[in-house]
């Protein structure tokens, strides 16, 4: 976890190092407030599987972030804010929203943003994640800043689940499993509040029958990613369905997401979490990439600098934190491409 608070400073200081040292390194600028000649603030971050949650409580605070500028926007290209007290804020992308107390809104990070807290500033922000976006919320570019009410529908569900979750709670979820389902009910809950609120097109019908069959591969491929024998072909026989049958699922209940991108997001994830904690010996590395399910280290830290700009041994010597972010995709199949046999040997 992550803490940044001012109290430790002078009252006339406060705001300055608010302003230049943290607004800088999470990618705001022009932070003001009404409140500088006694501003006060706190923030806590938490990471939790692919989920970056933030409580911010203080003096309000006004912002605003170029487009692409907000930290680990490749990482978490969209945020989802919940109002938690202290009167309205305002948040203007393309549009404006004004939200009161138990209000969400989806922020888009690589959009100009504008915020403003009328009250004092009493809020969490969830980083959510490009894999799960993908799947759960297609057009999320569509619900950008648009209010959606804490006190009806799923939105309200959304809301008391987010309120339940302290950041204390977020960070004591040790299973990595358990941390993952986290992110998967406030994904489905969003995606459903904004189905309600008419904030999602209609779209060719999945069935019922692929839709279960997606969650239980999705879940069989994080259960196994660890065994360098994982292939659609496997997994084909495990769900006693044909490998185009497999690709089919992953394109129209997954939402486009592959086989491939899932298996090998779930051996990254699992690489990160070993790194945030390895030596930075060779031989270690070597051993989280056959850990993981990579049959071959140098292509491991192949992908891996792909995807963090690094390689596992300099991520490692971070621990994962400042300049470590996704830079890239995992490529993307093409309508009835198959993967070669031996795909998964190394994905």
Known sequence: MQRFDTEHLPIKDRFAYWADEFGGSVGYIALDSPERADFHQWLSIVDIASLRLARLHGSPVSST????????????????????????????QDTEAIVETGDLVLIDSLQKMQMQAHGAANSLLIGLPKL??????????????????????????????????????????????????????????????LSQNGLTRDRETVSS????????????????YADPEVSASKLAARFHVSVRYVHKVFASAGRGITFLDVLQHERLEAAVRMLRTASVSHTFVAQIAYRCGFSDPAYFGLVFR?????????????????????????PKLEENQLPPGGEAGKA
Request: hydrophobic share 40%; proline share 5%.
């Open 209 to 224: 029958r692929d839709r279960a069959l997606h969650l239980r591969m999705y879940n069989w491929i994080r259960d196994n």
């Open 132 to 193: 799960l976006v993908a799947r759960w919320l297609p057009d999320a570019e569509d619900a950008v800043a648009q209010r959606l009410d804490g006190a009806k529908g799923w939105s309200s569900l959304l809301a008391a689940y987010l309120n339940a979750m302290s950041i204390d709670h977020a960070q004591a979820i040790g299973s990595p499993f358990e941390q993952e389902l986290v992110g998967e009910h406030i994904l489905s809950m969003l995606s459903f509040a």
């Open 65 to 92: 972030a170029e487009p692409g500028q907000v930290k680990d926007v490749d990482l978490h290209p969209f945020q989802l804010m919940l109002k938690v007290d202290q009167g309205p804020s305002s948040i203007r």
């Open 306 to 330: 792909k995807k963090y700009g690094c390689s596992p041994r300099a991520f490692a010597s971070s621990k994962g934190r400042s300049g470590v972010q996704p830079t890239g995709q995992a």
